[in-house]
T-cell receptor
Framework: NAGVTQTPKFRILKIGQSMTLQCTQDMNHNYMYWYRQDPGMGLKLIYYSVGAGITDKGEVPNGYNVSRSTTEDFPLRLELAAPSQTSVYFCASSYSTGTSGTYEQYFGPGTRLTVT | AQKVTQAQTEISVVEKEDVTLDCVYETRDTTYYLFWYKQPPSGELVFLIR??????QNEISGRYSWNFQKSTSSFNFTITASQVVDSAVYFCALSEVRNTPLVFGKGTRLSVIA
């Protein structure tokens, strides 16, 4: 199994450009997440989804958009890139029934984004 | 609100030493889940353990052990006889049953010197 895959692995954007970070999982997980990791700051949640067609904001959603049209895919869109969005982005997925608790999240390899 | 504190920013030990990574959490829920992840220099995040709030038994997996104490809201991680391959950033994380996204601590960078 591929698990969680992310593309691209690296990207350099100019200020004001737009791009989409792709994320796909093949584990039939209902929950998917996007985090960003800044140096020395741990991971912060950007957006998450509890199933196809349902998304919700996390701690740092400004400047990003998401959609979840299928169980497998959860793309993250940056509309007007800013230097503050320079970070490593991780996509993750997990299974949860909501009442039975939270199972471990499986992470993709990350996308290293630089905005200059 | 949920919060995870890893007070140790960086730890350096000599190979074969034991080392304990501290994790203190805050939550108002009585049902919650605690996790540890490892991030080696290659950058990926590797799941190590999941523990629910009703299970306070300590767990041992090879050289790794975890001590969960609800009375002090702590979930500490001990590596016995550390090895160079243990060098990584280790994250503690918390999830409440009604809010599944994980809240991560800032991580502890462990360097094991040969």
């Amino acid at each position: 199994n591929a698990g969680v895959t992310q593309t691209p692995k690296f990207r350099i954007l100019k200020i004001g450009q737009s791009m989409t970070l792709q994320c796909t999982q093949d584990m039939n997980h209902n929950y998917m997440y996007w985090y960003r990791q800044d140096p020395g700051m741990g991971l912060k949640l950007i957006y998450y989804s509890v199933g196809a067609g349902i998304t919700d904001k996390g701690e740092v959603p400004n400047g990003y958009n998401v959609s979840r049209s299928t169980t497998e895919d959860f793309p993250l869109r940056l509309e007007l890139a800013a230097p503050s969005q320079t970070s490593v982005y991780f996509c993750a997925s997990s299974y949860s029934t909501g009442t039975s608790g939270t199972y471990e999240q499986y992470f993709g390899p990350g996308t290293r984004l630089t905005v200059t | 609100a949920q919060k995870v504190t890893q007070a140790q920013t960086e730890i350096s030990v000599v190979e074969k030493e034991d080392v304990t990574l501290d994790c203190v959490y805050e939550t108002r829920d009585t049902t919650y889940y605690l996790f540890w992840y490892k991030q080696p220099p290659s950058g990926e995040l590797v799941f190590l353990i999941r523990r629910n709030s009703f299970d306070e038994q300590n767990e041992i997996s090879g050289r790794y052990s975890w001590n969960f104490q609800k009375s002090t809201s702590s979930f500490n991680f001990t590596i016995t006889a550390s090895q160079v391959v243990d060098s990584a950033v280790y994250f503690c994380a918390l999830s409440e049953v009604r809010n599944t996204p994980l809240v991560f601590g800032k991580g502890t960078r462990l360097s094991v010197i040969a």
